[in-house]
């Protein structure tokens, strides 16, 4: 591993947090597991997904849903060569996109920092045409919703959207105890195919995954027992138990 292209635990985190608008500390991976918000399975899947360097969006509606947690969560486990870098214009123009992962804040209109529309949004996806992998999160609640924003209303190339491996839907409830926050959906591409239901929260898993090997998973599911029995829970812990376990990925996964 080229040691110029690592970034440091806490660069990597500092990067997630200026996702973060709320204030306060940005929930990590088990925190969201122990919520509610994202069920064990889904939780190995993740891991195993951005791991390998899948690009992945968050969706749903509403304000408040939970889009930003969700995603700073899941980018605690870009691999150690990839930097994390917000993918504002002037950035994503200077830089060499291939060993980063690029975080679009959100999908949408206005004078906000690292939000994309129109040709900047186009430009961030054909980052992904030449390799590099992409976060983002808009406000969608379905596979539809998502192509007429990204594809219909920014003239993104449907081919370049079936690039993002893994889009994630959140839903929220009423219960009497609060609000509830869960990962509804599961959709996956392969890039060669539309976006197809992988899980649903209420029947399990819908079909195979074609991006993430069953020893991969077996590996994630171990970084997710140790993040739970070493009770990692600020970002800055679970990135670094997983930068350690991450040496000892199997070569084949």
């Not at 500390?25 to 195993?48: K, N």
């Not at 679009?104 to 054909?126: D, K, Q």
């Amino acid at each position: 591993m080229n040691e110029e292209t690592l970034q440091s635990v806490a660069g990597h985190c500092a990067e997630i947090s200026r996702c973060n608008q709320r204030g306060g500390r940005m929930l990590s991976l088990p925190d969201l597991l122990e919520a509610g918000t994202v069920q064990r399975d889904i939780a190995a899947y993740c891991i195993a997904a951005v791991s390998a360097g899948h690009s992945f969006l968050v969706g749903a509606s509403p304000g408040g849903a939970g889009k930003t947690t969700v995603m700073g969560a899941m980018l605690t486990f870009v691999a150690p060569h990839l930097r994390l870098e917000a993918a504002a214009p002037e950035a994503m123009a200077n830089s060499d996109s291939l060993r980063r992962c690029w975080i679009c804040h959100e999908i949408g209109p206005g004078p906000f920092y690292a939000y994309l529309w129109g040709e900047p949004l186009r430009a961030w996806f054909r980052l992904a045409e030449d390799g590099a992998m992409l976060a983002s999160n808009l406000h969608a609640d379905t596979m539809e919703e998502v192509r007429r924003q990204v594809v219909r209303a920014n003239g993104v190339r449907p081919e370049s959207l079936r690039r993002i491996g893994c889009v994630l839907f959140l839903s929220v409830r009423r219960a009497a105890h609060g609000v509830v926050r869960e990962v509804s959906e599961v959709y996956e591409s392969d890039g060669a195919r539309d976006h197809f239901l992988l899980w649903s929260r209420a029947v399990g898993n819908v079909a195979a995954s074609a991006l993430v090997t069953s020893e991969r998973l077996r590996w994630a599911s171990g970084v997710l027992d140790r993040l739970v029995s070493d009770r990692a829970r600020t970002i800055e812990e679970v990135r670094s138990v997983f930068v350690e376990e991450y040496e000892r990925l199997p070569e084949d996964s």
